[in-house]
């Protein structure tokens, strides 16, 4: 049987990738450190659990509309009230099954073929394989590592085309846990608005930022931009609800009716019982969201001295999210590698840590570690890599 084209080009996930073959190590009772994980090792709260559990007890185990629960859309509203200061109405607003698939459906209605968007690099796996499924062509534009992995407006303006559909913002930044400043973001947006290029913001680590920086919404600078976005955000690292799949779209009314459309002949609603449980992490308190993010913050600052005193290794330090993306090229010259990818594969098959190779984000001469995990194995897998490095130097000697 002849699979259709459009998944024959799909490249396979790098850190679903990676992350399987260290669970698999695991249950042949190897002592594997995976720091590939993108969730955060805290449960989801329990106010939450409990608002979800009473749900279903109540009766709410049934269809909702497509777009998602009244209420909960109510909530977003409020979220972006208080924490932007932007104002939506319902109809620009769609609950999705998680936020991953608040930008599959707004590609699918944006694109037609040929469609370019672009996409900084490092990037989120995913984005270039959902504009390839849409139809559309992925224009990638590098984020200088001195200019801490962010594209500049002249970047921007010189990979616009007639083609040019729309541009994707995610800041803070998986894999770079870098943010885009409010004076960033506004001479961006105003290449976007001379060029008529639509915006899609990823937000989905904003509540995750740290020190002295804080997180700033293009959506938010101005109303001429705030048309001119989506913004994509979802409970999931906010709120520690990865498996719940609950995220959302914010936009134009039009782009969000299309899209609705377009899931209620795909996945239909979001689950009807995270729906509930999303409500209560909106209404409910927050003190477990600051919680989780003082601890990632304090995490951090423990551990980048120490991946920074690796050999070959240089970091600079994230300002959100919960990953460290490290230029680790010069690490895998040291120990005999010709590649980042190589060092990558002998790191897990030799000192028995699952990093994800920074060629699945764009960026090859990086790895992407999560310290979305107890402190103890992070540092025991920074003993383990220090070690491998350091022996592979002396026997090269």
Avoid at 80 to 105: E, N, R, W
Avoid at 107 to 116: C, I, K, P
Avoid at 224 to 250: C, D, F, P
Avoid at 315 to 323: D, S
């Amino acid at each position: 049987m002849e699979l259709a084209h459009r998944v024959s080009a799909l490249t396979p996930s790098t850190t679903l990738a990676i992350t399987a073959k260290a669970k698999e190590m695991k249950s042949q009772g190897i002592d594997v450190i995976g720091l590939g994980a993108g969730e955060p090792d805290f449960n989801t709260p329990d106010h939450i659990m409990t608002a979800a559990t009473d749900s279903m007890y109540d009766g709410h185990t049934k269809y909702t509309p497509a777009g998602g629960l009244p209420q909960l859309k109510e909530a977003i509203i409020n979220k972006f009230k208080k924490d932007q200061g932007i104002s939506y109405d319902p109809s620009q607003v769609m609950v999705t099954s998680g936020a991953k698939h608040g930008l599959y459906t707004l590609f699918q209605v944006l694109l037609n073929e040929g469609d370019e968007v672009v996409i900084p690099t490092p990037y989120w796996v995913s984005y270039p394989e959902q504009v390839k499924l849409a139809g559309g062509s992925p224009v990638f534009i590098e984020g200088k590592e001195e200019n801490e992995y962010k594209i500049t407006p002249d970047q921007l303006k010189n990979a616009v085309t007639d083609k040019t559909k729309a541009v994707i913002i995610n800041s803070p930044s998986n894999p770079t846990g870098m943010l885009y400043s409010r004076d960033e973001l506004e001479a961006l947006g105003r290449v976007c608005l001379d060029h008529n290029i639509l915006i899609v913001s990823d937000e989905i680590y904003e509540k995750l930022v740290y020190g002295e920086n804080s997180h700033v919404s293009i959506a938010e600078i101005s109303p001429e931009l705030k048309e001119q976005t989506v913004v994509i955000n979802g409970v999931s690292k906010s709120h520690s609800m990865t498996g719940w799949r609950i995220g959302y779209a914010a936009g134009d009314a039009r782009l969000i009716k299309a899209m609705t459309n377009l899931a209620s002949h795909s996945t239909s609603n979001p689950t009807t019982t995270s729906q509930h449980g999303a409500i209560a992490a909106y209404e409910g308190t927050q003190e477990p969201v600051e919680d989780m993010r003082k601890a990632f913050q304090d995490r951090l600052g423990i551990v980048i001295e120490k991946l920074n005193a690796i050999p070959g290794f240089t970091c600079i330090k994230p300002q959100g999210a919960f990953y460290l993306f490290p230029n680790v090229k010069e690490a895998a010259l040291l120990t005999g590698h010709e590649s980042v990818d190589d060092f990558t594969k002998a790191l897990l098959e030799e000192a028995k840590v699952a990093v994800i190779p920074g060629s699945g984000f764009g960026s090859p001469d990086n790895i992407r570690l999560s310290y979305a995990t107890s402190l103890d194995s992070f540092e025991k897998a920074l003993e383990r890599i220090h070690s491998f490095v350091k022996g592979k130097m002396e026997q090269s000697k």
